[in-house]
């Protein structure tokens, strides 16, 4: 069974940066693609960024320029770097990771099959 933690959420100023990290204990994790995701109140769970397992990325438009996904297969770990924060990145931010291997990297939560519980990201304006 994968498990995924994610870490490294808190309260930030606007304009301020955080990375985030997420462990995840599966083998061969360099085969699969890995996903943020964020959710908010009263919002649907919204694409952030992934990364395939050619460490091809993809971005939503509104963190694009801003935010950078990476993963080290070393430590089984993936990470978001964010900056230049907003209010509105305040949401609950969760990886996720595909079961299945594949060169096109999904942005849609129904591709992904591995969940983490997430971790609250506030961004104070």
């Known amino acids: 069974q994968v498990q995924l933690v994610e870490s490294g959420g808190g309260l930030v100023q606007t304009g301020g940066s955080l990375r985030l990290s997420c462990a995840a204990s599966v083998r061969s994790f360099s085969a699969y693609c890995m996903g943020w995701f964020r959710q908010a109140p009263g919002k649907e769970r919204e694409f952030v960024a992934a990364?395939?397992?050619?460490?091809?990325?993809h971005y939503a438009d509104f963190v694009k320029g801003r935010f950078t996904i990476s993963r080290d297969n070393a430590k089984n770990t993936v990470y978001l770097e964010m900056n230049s924060l907003k209010p509105e990145d305040t949401a609950v931010y969760h990886c996720?990771?595909?079961?299945?291997?594949?060169?096109?990297?999904?942005?849609?939560?129904?591709?992904?099959?591995?969940w983490g519980q997430g971790t609250q990201l506030t961004v104070s304006s």
């Open positions: 990364i395939g397992r050619r460490r091809d990325t």
């Open positions: 996720a990771s595909t079961s299945r291997i594949t060169d096109i990297t999904p942005t849609s939560p129904y591709e992904y099959d591995n």
